[in-house]
């Protein structure tokens, strides 16, 4: 067997100026920092084989991000493979937009801009979109192109870091569990389901899914056996103040925080989200109110009763339960004991393109979109916003749609499938939901999974096929560029190749 030799880097990447906050369909710009935001790399090594992970504190780690960072490594003639490297977005929503596009659509400038362009489109002559914030010509804010040079710069530097840093080192793998990830999808008695729904009437049926508490965790030891850094991998976005108008790193900055008090300054936090496209912090039961607006017309409620429950987990003090409650599992694992490092180990990698079928819209539901849009627009008095967005979206990505399967049938997807000793990592590039996740986790042939959605691309929601009949926003055809078609393929090419690895 071959020394396995690991190294860390950690880069912040805190934009130097205001930016539009990514993540929702108001305009939002940032008034400060309430924490920096990060990318952390791990470079893996074992014989031949290697791997870098990159965690970044951003909404989506987009295929022209990662296209903009394997070239910016060939260009330094590095000694490592760039396709081996592996773009990871925490998904928090207070963070920069850089013009991410999804790979099929590298010149569309984002999802909901170009739902926006078509909303323009079809406007009258006396109506015009009005942004909540205007950001066009003000050069306190920084554009797309300023911050995808920035992330480009920074996340290859910390690639090449990581790299450079690499040196004799071992693992011990380990399990915590902590309830952080809910379901955020209310099902109603008429078989209808919505993202955010209010809980609160007799239509309220169920959440759509269920949970995942677990939190899987690699404790990587130096050379002088002490800890270096973690991997936590845990099924929720870092999610708790994606309204607010910060840039933030979110519940992930709290417990960055709390576990350098423990472990020491040193140490570096590699934090991974697993399958959590139905999930969020918030408790949609118990529903707290937010301290002040949030200006999310799916997240309205008229006159909610106040709960005894958590904090609401869309302000700071509901992040902070958050981050102390995942902090202090992990400090409660490391002190019960941990396996016997594993220094000397397997590695090995697959980078596998996939191709999934493209989820297709049907002739009548074009013609009932394109009827919905101009009765919604005829009715409609004086300009239109976000809010506007927000309720055609399901019919202007269902127009959207159409005009793509034109040309294409299937999305090409990057996935990667890694066997370090005991353990395995697999990526997908959706926010998938946590039912797939939970399929891959139960058939899997090895001792724990790390399962990474939101990696080397943002292809968008990949909902169940019950959501999909449920409906409503992240099971809309406009929600993502696959449906649960290619939701089994995932699942199943994925556990084919861990079995492949382990046998």
Not at 321 to 344: C, F, H, K, M, T
Not at 456 to 477: D, M, R, V, W
């Amino acid at each position: 067997m071959n020394k396995l030799k690991i190294g860390w880097a950690e880069i912040s990447i805190t934009p130097e100026k205001k930016i539009s906050l990514l993540g929702q369909f108001a305009e939002r710009i940032s008034q400060y920092v309430e924490k920096p935001i990060t990318v952390t790399s791990m470079a893996i090594e074992c014989g031949k084989e290697h791997v870098i992970l990159c965690s970044c504190d951003l909404g989506g780690a987009s295929w022209n991000l990662l296209e903009g960072v394997r070239n910016r490594l060939k260009e330094c003639k590095v000694s490592f493979d760039v396709d081996k490297v592996i773009l990871h977005a925490t998904h928090t929503h207070t963070g920069p937009g850089y013009g991410g596009a999804r790979r099929n659509e590298i010149n569309s400038g984002g999802v909901i801009p170009a739902l926006i362009t078509m909303l323009k489109e079809r406007l009258s002559p006396n109506q015009r979109y009005l942004e909540k914030e205007t950001i066009t010509d003000n050069p306190e804010i920084a554009t797309n192109s300023e911050n995808y040079e920035f992330l480009v710069n920074r996340i290859s530097k910390a690639a090449m870091e990581a790299w450079n840093n690499r040196k004799e080192s071992s693992f011990s793998n380990a399990f915590g569990r902590a309830a952080v990830g809910m379901c955020r999808r209310a099902v109603y008695t008429n078989e209808t389901a919505e993202m955010w729904g209010d809980t609160n009437t007799p239509a309220f049926k169920e959440l759509e899914g269920g949970n995942d508490s677990g939190i899987e965790l690699l404790f990587v030891f130096d050379d002088e056996q002490k800890v270096s850094g973690i991997i936590i991998n845990l099924a929720c976005p870092a999610q708790c103040v994606q309204h607010r108008l910060f840039v933030s790193p979110d519940f992930w900055g709290e417990v960055k925080v709390l576990l350098r008090n423990y472990f020491g300054e040193h140490i570096f936090i590699l934090p991974l989200c697993s399958a959590a496209g139905d999930q969020c912090p918030v408790d949609l039961v118990r529903w707290v109110e937010p301290e002040s607006d949030i200006n999310d017309p799916n997240c309205k409620r008229n006159n909610p009763p106040k709960r005894k429950a958590d904090p609401s987990m869309f302000d700071l003090s509901g992040m902070r339960v958050v981050g102390r409650r995942i902090a202090n599992e992990i400090i409660a694992v490391y002190e019960a004991g941990l396996d016997n490092p594993q220094s000397e180990v397997k590695l090995e990698h697959r980078v596998i393109e996939m191709p999934l079928p493209l989820r297709r819209a049907k002739e009548e539901e074009k013609m009932m979109a394109e009827m919905a849009i101009r009765q919604y627009l005829a009715k409609k008095q004086g300009n239109v916003d976000y809010n506007d967005v927000a309720n055609l979206q399901i019919h202007l990505g269902v127009l959207k749609r159409f005009e793509q399967q034109k040309t294409i049938g299937h999305i090409e997807t990057e996935i990667h499938i890694i066997r370090l000793g005991s353990v395995a990592f697999a990526t997908n590039p959706f926010e998938l939901f946590l039912d797939y996740g939970n399929r891959i986790r139960a058939q899997m042939s090895c001792e724990q999974i790390f399962l990474i959605q939101l990696a080397n691309g943002t292809e968008g929601y990949l909902p169940t096929e019950k959501a999909e009949k449920h409906g409503h926003f992240s099971a809309y055809i406009s929600s993502g560029q696959v449906g649960h078609e290619g939701g089994e393929c995932l699942v199943r090419e994925t556990l084919q190749n861990i079995r492949d690895m382990f046998k």
